[in-house]
């Protein structure tokens, strides 16, 4: 990244995690925008909470899916990939893309809403709101289930807290740090949600993390869609010659994204993006200890630590 | 659970149509692609799934394959779990220097005949991070590739349809 000009910056940045393009595209943008001293318009704040909260669905429903997965139960994997499914779709008709990459830029967002989209993103939490509280009680009430989750691959709360582990991991073990409430960010700071935490720290924990989360997001999304301001979705940045350094943060499915740059002639001249998985890999370890080796995919699911984000 | 299993019963599927093959697909795959080799495996085909760097994009709609509306099973297309039992290395990524050997392993572990199919943009040739230090640039400097199917990540009926044109070569 050293030496490219913004917009390939930015595109990168979207790409460390693919499956949290929008909040490494989020928190490398807050970081130019921190170190250039710019506004970005309300429009852009609040489509900007949009997007990271369709991602958040979209990979919670993605999780919440494969962990039942690996315990063989294939009904909720399928559910799941259904409404994960139709949150992308709705993201491809609203955004043009669905991942959503590039639809956060430094200064604003790449592309406004559609007239349609509005109403789109209504039908879909409609259905989401109808199906998914069928699916919790089908979790809920499977003894089988629950009998490979609950109390399988416990992550104590004092390692949590050591390792600074954010996102379901530090949740689960009673680690309440949500980047959105803390150092948080706009529009967060305007939007009425809260961050669900867990004691437990089992993998039992970690969905229902998820599953409250989902709940949120959707509350999220519904705020989000009534104050929707007007106006412009985008500002300029004309990087200058001085040197800058900004800081970025913003709260990904899976944990704090932090970015930290030097804007140079121009460009970026060096940048860090750390994933929130640093924190968490090294805790899978700790959590699986003990644990029988059928186990070991919840486990590691339940964590689902990024790859490509860590490897850098 | 009784309830969702009998609502999907009465429900029409979510299951879309099958895309048509895609014909500039076809062309670059006629030359590499024997009639003695599809006759010899029928139309089953299992995939192994390479990961040689990409930023996971590619994964996620290579997983979505395996959902209520693509459903790739139904044209005999299967995901395996090692290179031994593959007929096809989806490849995606560009290859990172530190996985280039595991490619390089991956592709003689699998039994001839076989196909490499390199997804996404960077897999052709390293795309967006091309120049990298750590990156050695697209699939086919590593291993022979039999078809490219582009996108950023593509999306699953674009995935669909490649396979698809390579199960019909």
């Known amino acids: ?312 | 659970m009784r309830r969702i299993l009998f609502d999907s019963l009465m429900r029409r599927p979510l299951t879309e149509e099958a895309p048509v093959k895609d014909e500039q697909m076809l062309a670059e795959l006629g030359a590499s692609v024997a009639r003695v080799a599809r006759r010899r495996l029928g139309r089953s085909l299992s995939i192994r799934e390479v990961d040689a760097g990409s930023c996971n994009g590619c994964e996620l709609e290579i997983h979505a394959l395996n959902n209520a509306f693509y459903d790739l099973e139904r044209f005999g297309l299967h995901f395996v779990a090692s290179p031994r039992h593959a007929d096809v290395l989806l490849v995606t990524g560009p290859v990172t220097r530190n996985m280039r050997e595991a490619l390089e392993r991956t592709y003689n572990a699998t039994p001839d005949p076989k196909w490499v199919v390199a997804v996404g943009d960077c897999a052709v040739d390293g795309g967006i991070f091309s120049g990298s230090y750590a990156v050695i640039g697209g699939v086919s400097g590593v291993v022979p590739v039999d078809l490219h199917i582009r996108g950023c990540p593509p999306q699953p009926t674009q995935l669909l349809k490649g396979l698809l044109t390579l199960l019909e070569a």
């Open chain 1, 1 to 312: 990244m050293a030496g490219a000009s913004l917009d390939t910056a930015a595109r990168l940045a979207g790409r460390t995690s693919g499956d949290s393009t929008v909040a490494y595209a989020l928190a490398f943008a807050h970081a130019v925008e921190a170190a250039m001293e710019v506004e970005v318009p309300p429009r852009a704040i609040y489509l900007r909470a949009l997007m990271a909260e369709l991602e958040r669905l979209a990979n919670h429903f993605g999780d919440i899916g494969a962990i039942c997965n690996d315990a063989s139960f294939a009904l909720m994997h399928a559910q799941c990939g259904i409404l994960r499914e139709k949150t992308l779709r709705a993201a491809q008709s609203c955004f043009g893309h669905r991942l959503m990459m590039d639809a956060v830029v430094p200064g604003g967002v790449a592309r406004d809403l559609g007239p349609s989209c509005v109403t789109e993103v209504a039908a879909l939490l409609e259905e989401i709101r109808h199906l998914f509280p069928q699916l919790v009680e089908l979790y809920d009430n499977t003894a089988s289930l629950q009998d490979r989750t609950a109390t399988t691959g416990v992550l104590r709360g004092e390692l949590a807290r050591q390792f600074g582990a954010g996102g379901y991991v530090g949740r689960a073990s009673g680690r309440a740090f949500d980047a959105r409430k803390m150092p948080g960010y706009a529009p967060y700071d305007r939007l009425d949600f809260e961050v669900p935490v867990f004691e437990a720290g089992d993998v039992n924990a970690r969905v229902w993390v998820r599953i409250r989360e989902v709940e949120q997001s959707l509350a999220l999304i519904d705020q989000i869609s009534r104050g929707l301001p007007a106006g412009a979705i985008r500002v300029a940045i004309d990087p200058a010659d001085e040197v800058r350094e900004g800081l970025g943060v913003a709260e990904a499915f899976r944990g704090d994204v932090l970015v930290w740059l030097r804007l140079e002639g121009g460009g970026v001249a060096r940048c860090h993006l750390r994933d929130p998985s640093w924190f968490q890999w090294p805790l899978l370890e700790a959590a699986i200890e003990g644990n029988i080796v059928a186990d070991f995919p919840l486990c590691n699911k339940s964590f689902n630590c990024s790859y490509s984000g860590h490897d850098l």
